[in-house]
């Protein structure tokens, strides 16, 4: 795997944003140049310079910038259909989807005292064992490519690239466990274009991932999330012995690194969705560990709703994706990537090799811009004179 990092091109197509630091989240810096021109300017950038400046965030489908572009009568009229037919059977089948599992979970779960970690609030129910395990994540792998078939994703093209022994590459179809049976690794690593992803990498590997904490109180959504194995993220009213949610992750990694029998963690180190086309900086500190890691590239070919969320309301993305006849998706899984000594040492460069490699594979743009100017991007498209203040982001 190291050897393929040698062969890849120096990077390009980058987008440039101002060096990080290590100022707090949320305080804005007064010497970040993008706040000073932003600051300066007395009228709105135009569209077009908005795409230029943030184009992982800009999308392409016939719908428009955030989803409101005006319609040949043609859309229209296939919307037309599809809200009082396809809409209403999907909506019935993606509910009653969600309440079996939900129903599933109840009673492997009965009886059953959930796994709980230091933090009082940080529990689940992945760490399970025997047949109530297997019976959650069967029914969950198998019921979650059943709600991707709801949504229209009818078929999913997955690649699998498996390992040489010799050290070559084979660009020929292999199998996932292929990709896995030298090591196992302790996280999954996903470029992140849609909520979707989730459900795809729920059907393909039932791994645990981070989650809001409020996500845990939700009706029906919350005890499967237990389930799951997720980490609860509350970013306020930490207390001083509060390890936090890189320590939480890094361990649950090792011991998925270590154990079969523990779930694996699904990350998206983008921290934020993108259009796709692009894959923003990772934060390192989900490659604290150390650990194997997973590499997989998503992608959601389309004809007229693009899948992304990421200029768009979710309300009405959602709506826009059941109203199309047909949706696509395709995976990639890289072979597993095994950390040098190096990158065990640094897990910047571990990060950002893993980056590299994928942007390469999947034939990705590496970008240098993040959330902080996705929410800039936002502002100005919702009409807010007042840009947001670009926050630097601590890499954790």
């Not at 949610?245 to 998206?268: T, W, Y």
Request: glycine share 6%.
């Amino acid at each position: 795997m190291e050897s393929e990092l040698q062969k890849l091109p120096p990077e390009t197509n980058q987008t440039t944003r101002p060096e990080s630091d290590d100022r707090p989240l949320l305080k804005p810096d007064p010497t970040n140049p993008q706040l000073q021109v932003l600051q300066s300017q007395s009228s709105s950038p135009s569209i077009e310079e908005l795409e230029k400046k943030y184009a992982p965030y800009v999308r392409h489908d016939v719908y428009g910038i955030m989803g409101r572009g005006e319609l040949p009568w043609t859309e229209k009229v296939l919307l037309g259909i599809a809200l009082v037919t396809l809409v209403p059977m999907r909506v019935v089948g993606a509910t009653t989807v969600l309440v079996v599992y939900y129903l599933i979970c109840k009673v492997c779960t009965a009886f059953s005292a959930p796994n709980r970690e230091e933090d009082a609030e940080q529990e689940d129910y992945a760490h399970t064992g025997g047949w109530r395990r297997a019976v959650m994540m069967q029914s969950g792998m198998f019921l979650s490519r059943v709600m991707l078939f709801v949504f229209g994703f009818y078929w999913i093209n997955e690649t699998y690239q498996p390992i040489d022994l010799n050290g070559n590459r084979n660009n020929e179809n292999g199998s996932k466990e292929q990709a896995e049976e030298l090591e196992r690794p302790g996280a999954v690593v996903s470029n992140h274009i849609s909520y979707l992803d989730i459900l795809y990498h729920m059907s393909s590997s039932f791994p645990s991932f981070v989650a809001k904490r409020s996500v845990a109180k939700l009706p029906l959504v919350g005890l499967i999330s237990k389930c799951l194995g997720c980490v609860y993220v509350q970013r306020e009213a930490k207390s001083p012995d509060f390890k936090g949610v890189s320590g939480v992750v890094n361990e649950r990694i090792r011991e998925a690194h270590q154990s079969k029998s523990a779930p694996i963690m699904l990350l998206f180190p983008e921290g934020t969705t993108t259009n796709g086309d692009f894959l923003l900086p990772f934060k390192s500190g989900a490659f604290l560990s150390g650990a194997p890691v997973q590499p997989v590239i998503l992608s959601y070919p389309y004809q007229r709703l693009s899948p992304a969320w990421d200029s768009i309301s979710g309300v009405r993305h959602v709506i826009l994706l059941l109203c199309q006849f047909v949706n696509y998706m395709e995976a990639i899984w890289l072979p597993v990537y095994y950390p040098s000594q190096q990158e065990k040492d640094d897990p910047r460069l571990y990060a950002e090799n893993v980056r590299r490699l994928m942007a390469h594979e999947g034939n990705l743009i590496l970008s240098d811009i993040g959330l902080a100017e996705k929410r800039v991007y936002h502002a100005a498209l919702n009409g807010n004179n007042s840009m947001p203040t670009v926050f630097h982001q601590k890499d954790d």
